[in-house]
């Protein structure tokens, strides 16, 4: 006997990430030797992210080296499809405080 499902196979996972950028220089780094290792990326938008990577604010540099792809590997019976991400600075964002903290 074969059990049929109505649910289907793709699922969106909606996720917000804040991160604190602690070392500048760090991160335009990795987004400079990301751009470096992107062998498919063409000649001119190579060029404009190497640009922004030098220019822009830190969060063009963040989102080059950010890998939702790899998010779930070595996850079983998971295929990510696609995945998409920008990433812009946020001023008005405030750290939760920690009671435990002291």
Same mark, same amino acid.
């Given at each position: 006997?074969?059990?049929?499902?109505?649910?289907?196979?793709?699922?969106?996972?909606?996720?917000?990430?804040?991160?604190?950028?602690?070392?500048?220089?760090?991160?335009?780094?990795?987004?400079?030797?990301? $751009?470096?290792? *992107? @062998?498919?990326?063409? #000649? &001119?938008?190579?060029?404009?992210?190497?640009?922004?990577?030098?220019? /822009? !604010?830190?969060?063009?540099?963040?989102?080059?080296?950010?890998?939702?792809?790899?998010?779930?590997?070595?996850?079983?019976?998971?295929? $990510?499809?696609? *995945? @998409?991400?920008?990433? #812009? &600075?946020?001023?008005?964002?405030?750290?939760?405080?920690?009671?435990? /903290? !002291?």
């Amino acid at each position: 006997m074969t059990v049929e499902t109505t649910q289907t196979r793709y699922v969106r996972i909606p996720a917000e990430i804040v991160v604190e950028v602690v070392d500048e220089a760090a991160v335009r780094a990795a987004a400079r030797a990301a $751009v470096d290792a *992107a @062998t498919d990326m063409p #000649e &001119e938008e190579r060029a404009e992210a190497l640009e922004r990577i030098a220019s /822009e !604010d830190i969060a063009d540099a963040v989102a080059l080296v950010v890998n939702l792809d790899g998010l779930l590997d070595g996850t079983e019976g998971i295929e $990510v499809v696609e *995945a @998409t991400w920008s990433a #812009e &600075e946020d001023e008005d964002y405030e750290p939760f405080e920690d009671d435990d /903290e !002291d």
